[in-house]
């Protein structure tokens, strides 16, 4: 596999070389590939559980039931913010 980068992510693989961190240009690329994968798996989580708890509101919505509006955006944004800090 060949990969091009541009000359800002050159210099960041560099930097991170010169670190001391990561001993090979491949070792820098295999960890910001682990950190990319590890974020996507996340975010389809989060996803999935966005949706989930939408379908749940809608259906309790459609039963006559439901939540108070207030706090909602709240509510999922604190959500959010587990899910990303679980990214990292």
């Known amino acids: 596999?060949?990969?091009?980068?541009t000359p800002e992510?050159?210099?960041f693989v560099q930097t991170q070389l010169e670190s001391g961190m990561y001993h090979s240009q491949?070792?820098?690329?295999r960890e910001g590939l682990r950190l990319?994968?590890?974020?996507?798996?996340?975010s389809q989580e989060y996803k999935l559980w966005l949706n989930e708890q939408i379908a749940q509101g809608q259906s309790e919505l459609d039963n006559g039931q439901g939540l108070p509006a207030?706090?909602?955006r709240e509510?999922?944004?604190?959500k959010a913010?587990?899910?990303?800090k679980?990214?990292?």
């Open 9 to 11: 992510l050159e210099a």
């Open 86 to 88: 679980k990214a990292m």
């Open 70 to 72: 207030d706090g909602a």
């Open 36 to 42: 990319l994968k590890r974020f996507n798996d996340h």
């Open 81 to 84: 913010q587990q899910f990303i």
């Open 26 to 29: 491949s070792e820098v690329i």
């Open 75 to 78: 509510r999922i944004h604190a």
């Open 1 to 5: 596999m060949n990969v091009s980068l």
